[in-house]
């Protein structure tokens, strides 16, 4: 069970086209939104649609494939851990954000 405690499972669509950052190191990093969807009906029988977005984060050989092969709208599969991280913006205000760093990626679709 210790392999479970910080495991994420998405299935969903590129919101952007992914960033692709090349580090001094030469390693690659991509960046990108993920958008997953859950549809139920509300009280009234109509048919609702909660889309949730999430940040995502690929480095080294699944960035390289990530530049390559998944674009915009692509469908995808990841699996990955949640971190967060905080940096100071310019105004020195502290700032945070939760990315799902990818362990696994399946492209999905056309």
Do not use: C
């Not at 030469?26 to 139920?40: H, I, P, Q, R, V």
Request: no cysteine; aromatic share 6%; glycine share 10%.
């Amino acid at each position: 069970m210790n392999a479970l405690k910080n495991k994420v499972q998405l299935i969903g669509n590129l919101g952007n086209k992914p960033e692709v950052i090349v580090l001094d190191s030469g390693k690659k990093l991509a960046k990108f939104s993920l958008a997953t969807n859950e549809t139920y009906k509300n009280a009234q029988g109509e048919k609702i649609t909660d889309t949730q977005w999430h940040n995502i984060v690929a480095w080294g050989k699944t960035a390289q494939i990530v530049e390559k092969y998944v674009g915009k709208g692509k469908e995808v599969a990841i699996e990955g851990k949640l971190t967060t991280r905080s940096w100071e913006d310019k105004d020195g205000m502290k700032r945070y954000i939760t990315e799902v760093v990818v362990s696994d990626l399946l492209m999905l679709g056309k």
